[in-house]
């Protein structure tokens, strides 16, 4: 986007950069080899395919007489000779033409990335300068960080757009330094200074080419525990990323309450792993034909061998076809095994989709993904049909913890969950929101553990349920999570912090007894401190004891204008 003023009347016009016309000059004094052509390059084109053309249609007429009258073809008369002189120039023409533009694209494309390139970066740096400057109170000067003369030609070069800063990594080798080099470029570029964001103390090389590009250092985000969760008979020690004060006290006292009260139960419902591509077809007819042909029982098991030659742990478990006019969306779930799966079970769809179009070879194919998945976005087939892991947790809270651990009770906590979760949520047109706050633990949880952050949108739809029983003593609360996606191998799993976390859990890496087992363990787990954070919160909110925790735990104390000068 163009964010610079337009020049008024009363104006001054600046000259322009040496860089700016530099680009103009070289653009403008570029030789093209069209050039050497009498002729304006459109004429000369008219000319000859006209010749081309006319001649060719004179000698086919004149050879279809030859042959219906038995004159001999080698026999030429003078017109018919000055015919093939023309035919054979205009066809070497027009070879020369097509390989002259072919040619030129080669020769310019080098040069004209390179100033186009430098162009860029010279408007970006006049954007830069047009900014207005930051107040004194809290400005800082950008002190020029020494490096070896090497680097600092590197650096050199990467602002003056010579080497572009993604190749840095494969330039130098060594990925610690391509990131110190491009974090000095940044700074220098901006002229704004990034000394807060740590550089040092992480492994560049485990991220090269699967979880960040372009890295100039790494965010530093607390990583607190709760727990022991006592779920299924089994303790396990919740590690917890986030910034928001009271979250993990607050998960941690919903742990205590559960674990004072027996623990709780984790059922898991559904596991697979969906995808869905959309393919559009001349009628509506024929998407409907191939919805049948996939929905048929009879041919599941051929797409089944075909689908699960992507992966030894990719087995498909079902298709689901919806039709929007001629155009089908065709929803496969399967399992993935230990993995969270979206690559493996895009493999697996891309095998069908070939295979398919033997058959129906009139079948367009859009994308690899229509959103009927659905992924990363509020949908209501996710909260129907499931996605990833599906899990129902519940405990039974006493009466007496719920007094004394929780500070309320049993009848105030069954009302808010009504009006709150239920109803509010209702009114609210919410879709799959139905608790208090399920996306906080999942998002902690999931940044400690290596997951994707973005999939908290459909893994957070939960609903809860709470309910007096024994005569009204006790409670009974439950959370039923359709579409938990998580998963123990690949991704962000693998980094040193996270694969810490997983193996505090004792999920860490693929379970080679049982493959998937882990990933189950894990959307388990997240259930069931969702479970905790929900109880704690509503008691909370039941107590009136909300705005007072935020008060004390959630407020710095610290002096922030003297952290800003």
């Known amino acids: 986007?163009?964010?610079?003023?337009?020049?008024?009347?009363?104006?001054?016009?600046?000259?322009?950069?040496?860089?700016?016309?530099?680009?103009?000059?070289?653009?403008?004094?570029?030789?093209?080899?069209?050039?050497?052509?009498?002729?304006?390059?459109?004429?000369?084109?008219?000319?000859?395919?006209?010749?081309?053309?006319?001649?060719?249609?004179?000698?086919?007429?004149?050879?279809?007489?030859?042959?219906?009258?038995?004159?001999?073809?080698?026999?030429?008369?003078?017109?018919?000779?000055?015919?093939?002189?023309?035919?054979?120039?205009?066809?070497?023409?027009?070879?020369?033409?097509?390989?002259?533009?072919?040619?030129?694209?080669?020769?310019?494309?080098?040069?004209?990335?390179?100033?186009?390139?430098?162009?860029?970066?010279?408007?970006?740096?006049?954007?830069?300068?047009?900014?207005?400057?930051?107040?004194?109170?809290?400005?800082?000067?950008?002190?020029?960080?020494?490096?070896?003369?090497?680097?600092?030609?590197?650096?050199?070069?990467?602002?003056?757009?010579?080497?572009?800063?993604?190749?840095?990594?494969?330039?130098?080798?060594?990925?610690?330094?391509?990131?110190?080099?491009?974090r000095e470029a940044v700074q220098r570029i901006t002229g704004r200074v990034i000394d807060g964001l740590p550089l040092e103390g992480f492994d560049y090389e485990s991220i090269l080419g699967q979880c960040c590009e372009m890295p100039v250092g790494f965010v530093q985000i607390p990583v607190g525990i709760a727990g022991p969760l006592l779920l299924n008979g089994c303790e396990y020690t919740v590690p917890m990323a986030t910034t928001e004060g009271c979250l993990v006290a607050s998960t941690n006292r919903g742990c205590k309450a559960i674990y004072a009260c027996g623990g709780a139960t984790c059922v898991l419902l559904r596991d697979g792993m969906t995808r869905a591509p959309v393919v559009r077809f001349s009628t509506a007819k024929r998407a409907t034909e191939l919805k049948f042909f996939l929905e048929d029982p009879i041919n599941f098991d051929t797409l089944s061998i075909v689908f699960n030659k992507s992966s030894r742990f990719a087995r498909l478990q079902s298709i689901k076809c919806a039709v929007a006019g001629k155009n089908l969306y065709i929803r496969f779930s399967c399992s993935t095994g230990d993995a969270m799966g979206m690559n493996?079970?895009?493999?697996?769809?891309?095998?069908?989709?070939?295979?398919?179009?033997?058959?129906?070879?009139?079948?367009?194919?859009?994308?690899?993904?229509?959103?009927?998945?659905?992924?990363?976005?509020?949908?209501?087939?996710?909260?129907?049909?499931?996605?990833?892991?599906?899990?129902?947790?519940?405990?039974?809270i006493t009466g007496d913890v719920v007094s004394k651990v929780l500070k309320t009770t049993v009848p105030s906590l069954v009302e808010l969950n009504m009006l709150k979760n239920l109803t509010g949520s209702a009114v609210a047109g919410s879709l799959g929101g139905f608790n208090a706050h399920a996306a906080n633990i999942v998002s902690a949880v999931f940044i400690a553990t290596g997951q994707d952050p973005a999939?908290?949108?459909?893994?957070?739809?939960?609903?809860?349920?709470?309910?007096?029983?024994?005569?009204?003593?006790?409670?009974?609360?439950?959370?039923?999570?359709?579409?938990?996606?998580?998963?123990?191998?690949?991704?962000?799993?693998?980094?040193?912090?996270?694969?810490?976390?997983?193996?505090?859990?004792?999920?860490?890496?693929?379970?080679?007894?049982?493959?998937?087992?882990?990933?189950?363990l894990l959307a388990s787990i997240v259930a069931g401190s969702v479970l905790a954070g929900e109880l704690s919160l509503m008691s909370a909110i039941s107590a009136g004891q909300l705005v007072k925790s935020h008060m004390k735990y959630n407020r710095s104390s610290r002096d922030i204008t003297k952290i800003g000068s």
């Not at 000779?81 to 023309?86: E, F, S």
């Not at 999920?507 to 007894?513: P, Q």
Request: some cysteine; glycine content about 6%; charged content about 20%.
């Open 344 to 396: 493996m079970v895009s493999k697996g769809v891309q095998n069908v989709l070939d295979f398919l179009q033997n058959d129906f070879p009139d079948m367009d194919i859009i994308g690899i993904s229509g959103n009927y998945c659905s992924d990363k976005k509020p949908a209501a087939i996710n909260w129907i049909e499931g996605r990833g892991k599906s899990v129902v947790c519940e405990a039974i």
């Open 1 to 182: 986007m163009d964010i610079r003023r337009r020049p008024t009347g009363h104006s001054t016009k600046h000259p322009p950069s040496p860089s700016t016309s530099a680009v103009v000059d070289h653009q403008s004094s570029s030789p093209k080899a069209s050039d050497a052509l009498p002729l304006p390059l459109y004429l000369t084109n008219g000319i000859f395919f006209t010749l081309f053309f006319s001649v060719a249609y004179f000698l086919l007429h004149r050879w279809r007489d030859k042959i219906r009258n038995s004159t001999p073809l080698h026999i030429l008369t003078l017109s018919e000779l000055a015919g093939i002189l023309c035919l054979i120039a205009s066809f070497i023409y027009l070879l020369g033409f097509f390989g002259i533009d072919f040619v030129q694209s080669f020769i310019s494309r080098s040069e004209s990335e390179e100033e186009h390139q430098r162009f860029i970066l010279h408007e970006d740096r006049n954007i830069h300068c047009s900014l207005p400057p930051k107040p004194s109170v809290v400005s800082k000067p950008n002190p020029v960080v020494e490096l070896p003369q090497d680097d600092e030609e590197l650096v050199a070069r990467v602002i003056s757009g010579e080497v572009p800063s993604y190749s840095l990594e494969s330039r130098l080798g060594d990925c610690f330094k391509a990131a110190k080099i491009r």
């Open 455 to 520: 999939q908290n949108i459909e893994s957070s739809q939960c609903i809860t349920m709470m309910e007096a029983i024994n005569d009204g003593r006790d409670l009974h609360i439950s959370v039923t999570m359709p579409s938990i996606e998580v998963g123990t191998v690949g991704g962000g799993t693998q980094l040193a912090s996270q694969s810490a976390c997983l193996n505090l859990l004792g999920v860490k890496g693929a379970s080679r007894e049982s493959p998937g087992s882990n990933a189950r």
